[in-house]
């Protein structure tokens, strides 16, 4: 399974970006598909996250108001639309693939991850 994250870039704050996650196979046991990201000096943290039914999708509490995770089922490409950026928002993302049980803002229970894309928001 390989995964490529994409989108990032630089931007005001203020603004938005679309990140993408491309998958290359789904024909596996995993349950969904979550975004972290981390900062600089700073844990990897848990942003946004969505099963593959869409049933489910949940997001880091601080992010709900402004992030929005969705997929697109045929093209196995998950998408994390970032609006009203903040510069505490500029990070690296990371789109990884949840494949065990357990909580699903659990970073341990993912275990395949893709390079990251930088988003990087000046004030």
């Known amino acids: 399974v390989q995964l490529q994250a994409s989108g990032g870039g630089l931007v005001q704050a203020g603004g938005s970006l679309r990140l993408s996650c491309a998958v290359s196979?789904?024909?596996?046991?995993?349950?969904?598909v979550g975004w972290f990201r981390q900062a600089p000096g700073k844990e990897r943290e848990f942003v946004a996250y969505i099963s593959w039914s869409g049933d489910t999708t949940d997001y880091a509490d601080s992010l709900k108001a402004r992030f929005i995770i969705s997929e697109d089922n045929p093209q196995n490409m998950p998408y994390l639309q970032m609006n009203s950026l903040k510069p505490e928002d500029t990070a690296v993302y990371y789109c990884?693939?949840?494949?065990?049980?357990?909580?699903?803002?659990?970073?341990?229970?993912?275990?395949?991850w893709g390079l990251g894309t930088q988003v990087t928001v000046s004030s």
């Open positions: 990884a693939i949840r494949t065990g049980v357990g909580f699903h803002r659990n970073i341990g229970t993912y275990a395949y």
């Open positions: 196979t789904r024909t596996f046991s995993g349950y969904g």
